[in-house]
């Protein structure tokens, strides 16, 4: 009797040990916006549009000026994410491609190990079940998910309302208002003056006006985060929260997603855990999506596995170290038929290489392909055609026309000097020692990753008729 008294005692111990241990650690939660650009919230800039909670989040912690995703396409970006492994690693390197490579597996039951109930809601995976089944394991509840954009909240408050799981949370909300189609013209209340396009993007009355739906989309997105935060506190101990909020990669416009340019692959990402981050604070330090749950799993005092490409920047969060990556690599390979034109790069210190595997390729997207073509013009970009009809006129359209579907087959930047990446290197003799560093960088990393080449569909030619060519391309 006395042994078995000693063995409930000791189980309660361990169960109080266990209780007490669950009750530090912070309850999580992720925010992943879909198509948000890094340059589109207060924090990072913008003075055309309201995003007062996106700031608030940002005073309250960390921002990172230096973050990237894996690859510009929704489906390998976050496949990277929930790997901690990149797109060759991994095995999904296009858009819509699956499963993952035998033996690879997902590191949100780590989450779970350590005692989480994870949680999804809205499009924190990607697409139908097929495409995420391998990385979101059935213990994961799933609230709803997919492409909605009117993603009901309320589902959201009332599952937290009445949760009683005593776990905490790992809660992942993932948001596609800046996915398009943006909102409508009559439901957008920004205003034309207060749009701003990037000088490397040719501007139409029309494309302003496109521009205010998906500025009017960040600022919805905006609200919803701030939604999400007041019922995390109410319903959580805020105290104890982390907070995260990022973007799968940049917006839906040219040279922005599916291309490796910053604007494509840079992405916002600021963290908030009250009494461990200092507020107010920024940092240059490079981090990559894969290292962010390897991060959380850290800070929940978990074991990282160590066959995984990511790697912890906890030390980052709590001001101990300034730096965490010396490089940073991404991949583009395509989206079946769509976005045929693969492009490596890798960025060290302020110099950024590119290397367009078939310069001979038509570089296209969703953007510009659909709207030539006359799908609905909510699936595609209906200002597309006043740049067709300015170039006819403008040589200034012309060129942003040439800039966007040409290419050489080696760029190089210093993102110092030139952030829109502008002024191509490669070609001035100056710089031939780096364009030689970067390149043989590349070129090792291709065959350490294997990296067969392979396209995701069948490509689309430059128009031999035309009286440019992507050779002549040295300088933008």
Not at 33 to 48: E, I, L, M, R
Not at 228 to 249: A, C, E, G, I, Q
Not at 279 to 305: L, R
Request: aromatic share 10%.
């Amino acid at each position: 009797m006395k042994f078995i008294s000693q063995i409930i005692l000791s189980f309660c111990f361990f169960t109080s040990i266990l209780s007490h241990s669950q009750e530090k650690k912070p309850n999580l939660v992720i925010i992943i916006a879909d198509d948000h650009g890094v340059y589109h919230s207060s924090p990072y800039g913008s003075t055309g549009i309201k995003t007062p909670h996106i700031q608030k989040l940002s005073d309250e912690g960390i921002r990172f000026d230096n973050a990237y995703v894996a690859s510009p396409a929704c489906g390998p970006s976050r496949a990277a994410l929930f790997t901690g492994m990149m797109p060759y690693n991994n095995g999904i390197v296009g858009n819509h491609e699956f499963p993952l490579k035998p033996g690879v597996s997902s590191l949100v039951p780590k989450l779970i190990e350590q005692g989480y109930q994870v949680v999804f809601q809205g499009k924190v995976a990607h697409g139908k079940k097929k495409h995420h089944q391998d990385y979101v394991p059935d213990e994961v509840t799933v609230l709803d998910s997919g492409l909605k954009s009117d993603l009901k909240l309320s589902i959201l408050e009332n599952f937290l309302k009445t949760r009683k799981d005593k776990r905490p949370i790992a809660l992942f909300v993932g948001f596609t208002d800046t996915h398009r189609p943006y909102p409508s013209l009559k439901n957008t209340k920004v205003r034309t003056e207060n749009v701003v396009i990037n000088k490397r993007i040719y501007s139409t009355p029309e494309a302003k006006l496109e521009m205010s739906r998906y500025l009017q989309a960040v600022e919805n997105l905006d609200s919803k985060l701030g939604t999400v935060r007041k019922m995390t506190k109410h319903y959580l101990k805020n105290d104890n929260t982390v907070t995260l909020f990022t973007s799968d990669h940049g917006m839906a416009w040219p040279f922005g997603k599916w291309s490796l340019y910053e604007t494509g692959i840079r992405c916002p990402l600021i963290v908030s855990w009250p009494g461990k981050i200092a507020p107010n604070t920024t940092t240059s330090a490079m981090v990559s999506w894969i290292d962010i749950i390897p991060t959380i799993i850290d800070i929940m005092d978990g074991e990282i596995p160590t066959n995984i490409d990511g790697k912890s920047f906890a030390n980052v969060l709590y001001g101990k170290e300034k730096k965490h990556r010396e490089v940073i690599y991404a991949t583009h390979k395509g989206d079946k038929q769509m976005n045929v034109y693969p492009i490596r790069s890798v960025r060290v210190d302020n110099w950024k290489y590119i290397r367009n595997l078939h310069p001979e390729f038509a570089y296209t997207t969703h953007t510009d392909v659909l709207s030539k073509n006359k799908i609905k013009a909510k699936s595609s970009a209906p200002h597309w055609a006043s740049y067709l009809e300015a170039a006819k006129t403008d040589p200034a359209a012309a060129d942003f026309l040439k800039d966007y579907h040409s290419n050489p087959a080696e760029e190089l930047y210093n993102l110092e000097q030139d952030p829109l990446e502008q002024n191509n290197l490669a070609a001035l003799s100056k710089y031939s020692k780096k364009l030689k560093s970067l390149r043989k960088m590349i070129s090792k990393r291709m065959i350490e990753v294997g990296d067969d080449e392979s396209l995701s569909g069948p490509p689309k030619l430059l128009e031999i008729s035309l009286s440019w060519s992507p050779q002549s391309k040295n300088n933008r």
